[in-house]
């Protein structure tokens, strides 16, 4: 009956991902496996001998009421660092619960493969955590964007994984718990050396890779404990993450290896940004941006995460109603690294109620940018970066990007002329047929759908 | 069959309806796919509570008390946070967010 149980849960993961990827299914989906994680609970407190209620029942108290306070209270901007947030402690609870095995049988009477699986759960778990963190430090500015590097670190790195290696071979053969300790150490350690070299813009790959991670200690944690309901959703999720992070990698045309290893994505190591950035830009008000827009016939909006810092997309929303009821057509190009995760933007202009059929992907947006009289960028940089296409030196080279330079006009919301995340100097701002509005997109926008009424 | 043997079909198995299951998705819906996975790999709960109700030292108690903790922070938040996002895709014509609650 117990095994019966979590089958159904498992089946309710299954569906419930099915589900996840249609959007009239999705918010079922997310119920459905919630309802899943809920029976494979109860059945968890029913079946297993808890000698220790008042423990079990605090954490569920605490852990629920951390977690409903974190979801209710994060902006929907900040929705990228919650995730990793949430995925770091999952990951941790993993490592947790593999030290309690530890502490709780005697390592030598235990099969081989079950200290196998203890060590491999502590070391994922371990990793996710310290990694998520770091990323949550990164996204959230708590430590810089710019990948950290120095010298020797391959030396450093190296050495780290030997010692975790060692330490595991160690356990292996000894069962002796005071080295497993540890190979627990080293694997936060790695876990902060694995992700401090990965520059800010790259945070999404990691967390999405962190999560698959996570999934897999899940499953480890699954084989310590012999519960397959644990295994299937670990390893459900280990392989949904794989597959969301070699998407993410593609629409960036690169490799996972290059995201991970590469150093990519800072401001300092560019060369000649300097030089490029005293050129000649032409500088737009308010005013100048809505008589543009005004009398345009086509408008097509590039958001990017200056729009979500600026908590902008309503006052994107207003500025677009207020130019269709001129009966200029407008369109969103909605890049598929735009923001800090695949489909960031998406759910914030959903959530100013911006119609479906108005957001245009990069197959369907790039072809019609020719014909469109006013491209409006809104803290994008990287995604309408030309370099892209033209300078083979440059670090996002092939990368595909909204030839945003091919329409009538382009108008550039930006705070400053600074590089953009991935730390790369935008030959777009210098070009005869871009103006430059520097200024916080919301205020820019307010001040633009103030000015519109008088042209 | 051995336990191990058994664990890993499934594993294995898992995997690939992992894969089938998520390789079909528009990128829109990768925020809350992302998210709603990260919630799913909080069924380390169930090891957690397992492993916290041994509890037979003081540092079992402590460290069982994070584990359920964190996974559980990891279940109810990511499940909640997920269901937040996905409220504000209302399809064209469903103005109203009263009636949402049962999506076809």
């Known amino acids: 009956m117990?095994?019966?149980?979590?089958?159904?849960?498992?089946?309710?993961?299954?569906?419930?991902?099915?589900?996840?990827?249609?959007?009239?299914?999705?918010?079922?989906?997310?119920?459905?496996?919630?309802?899943?994680?809920?029976?494979?609970?109860?059945?968890?407190?029913?079946?297993?001998?808890?000698?220790?209620?008042?423990?079990?029942?605090?954490?569920?108290?605490?852990?629920?009421?951390?977690?409903?306070w974190g979801a209710i209270r994060v902006q929907m901007t900040a929705m990228p660092q919650m995730v990793a947030v949430f995925n770091g402690l999952g990951g941790i609870a993993?490592?947790?619960?593999?030290?309690?095995?530890?502490?709780?049988?005697?390592?030598?009477?235990?099969?081989?493969?079950?200290?196998?699986?203890?060590?491999?759960?502590?070391?994922?778990?371990?990793?996710?955590?310290?990694?998520?963190?770091?990323?949550?430090?990164?996204?959230?500015?708590?430590?810089?964007?710019?990948?950290?590097?120095?010298?020797?670190?391959?030396?450093?790195?190296?050495?780290?994984?030997?010692?975790?290696?060692?330490?595991?071979?160690?356990?292996?053969?000894?069962?002796?718990?005071?080295?497993?300790?540890?190979?627990?150490?080293?694997?936060?350690?790695?876990?902060?050396?694995?992700?401090?070299?990965?520059?800010?813009?790259?945070?999404?790959?990691?967390?999405?890779?962190?999560?698959?991670?996570?999934?897999?200690?899940?499953?480890?944690?699954?084989?310590?404990?012999?519960n397959n309901a644990l295994i299937i959703g670990g390893a459900l999720v280990g392989a949904a993450g794989l597959i969301l992070t070699i998407q993410m990698t593609r629409a960036m045309n690169r490799s996972l290896a290059n995201v991970l290893f590469a150093g990519f994505g800072g401001g300092d190591a560019v060369i000649g940004s300097g030089e490029m950035s005293t050129k000649p830009v032409k500088r737009a008000t308010a005013e100048d941006a809505a008589i543009a827009l005004g009398y345009a016939e086509s408008v097509m909006v590039v958001p990017g995460y200056g729009l979500a810092v600026a908590q902008a997309q309503h006052a994107t929303r207003k500025l677009a109603t207020a130019l269709e009821d001129r009966g200029i057509t407008v369109h969103y190009a909605i890049h598929p690294v735009a923001g800090r995760m695949p489909g960031h933007m998406n759910v914030l202009l959903a959530e100013a109620d911006v119609p479906y059929e108005q957001l245009l992907d990069l197959e369907q947006a790039d072809p019609r940018l020719p014909q469109t009289d006013v491209v409006l960028i809104l803290g994008a940089n990287d995604v309408v970066n030309p370099s892209a296409r033209d300078d083979s030196s440059s670090p996002i080279y092939g990368m595909p990007i909204f030839n945003v330079d091919r329409a009538g006009t382009v108008i550039v919301v930006k705070r400053s002329l600074s590089p953009g995340f991935a730390g790369i100097d935008n030959p777009l701002f210098y070009n005869d047929n871009t103006l430059m509005f520097f200024a916080d997109a919301k205020d820019a926008l307010e001040q633009t759908l103030a000015a519109l009424r008088d042209v | 069959m051995s336990v191990l043997i058994v664990g890993i079909t499934v594993f294995v198995l898992a995997s690939f309806v992992g894969f089938e299951v998520i390789s079909k998705v528009p990128p829109t819906l990768h925020t809350p796919l992302m998210s709603g996975a990260n919630a799913i790999s909080g069924i380390t709960v169930i090891a957690a509570v397992t492993a916290a109700g041994l509890g037979s030292t003081a540092v079992v108690e402590v460290l069982g008390f994070l584990a359920v903790a964190t996974a559980t922070v990891n279940v109810v938040g990511g499940f909640l946070v997920t269901d937040r996002m996905l409220q504000m895709f209302r399809r064209p014509g469903a103005r109203d967010p009263g009636k949402e609650t049962s999506p076809k």
């Open chain 1, 94 to 226: 993993s490592a947790l619960v593999a030290a309690v095995a530890v502490l709780e049988a005697d390592l030598s009477a235990l099969p081989a493969q079950t200290t196998l699986t203890i060590l491999i759960s502590t070391l994922i778990g371990a990793v996710t955590f310290t990694g998520s963190f770091v990323a949550f430090a990164k996204l959230q500015g708590l430590i810089g964007g710019n990948p950290i590097v120095f010298t020797g670190q391959q030396v450093v790195n190296a050495s780290l994984l030997v010692v975790a290696l060692g330490a595991g071979v160690l356990v292996m053969a000894d069962s002796n718990p005071d080295v497993y300790w540890i190979l627990g150490a080293v694997a936060l350690i790695i876990g902060v050396m694995a992700v401090i070299p990965i520059g800010g813009a790259d945070m999404p790959v990691v967390i999405s890779l962190l999560n698959s991670f996570s999934g897999l200690a899940a499953a480890s944690a699954g084989f310590v404990f012999e």
């Open chain 1, 2 to 68: 117990i095994e019966l149980l979590y089958l159904a849960s498992a089946v309710a993961f299954i569906v419930g991902l099915k589900r996840l990827g249609g959007p009239k299914t999705a918010r079922s989906g997310n119920r459905i496996a919630a309802a899943g994680m809920l029976v494979a609970l109860v059945v968890a407190l029913v079946d297993a001998d808890i000698v220790n209620w008042a423990t079990v029942a605090a954490g569920l108290v605490v852990g629920t009421i951390i977690g409903v």
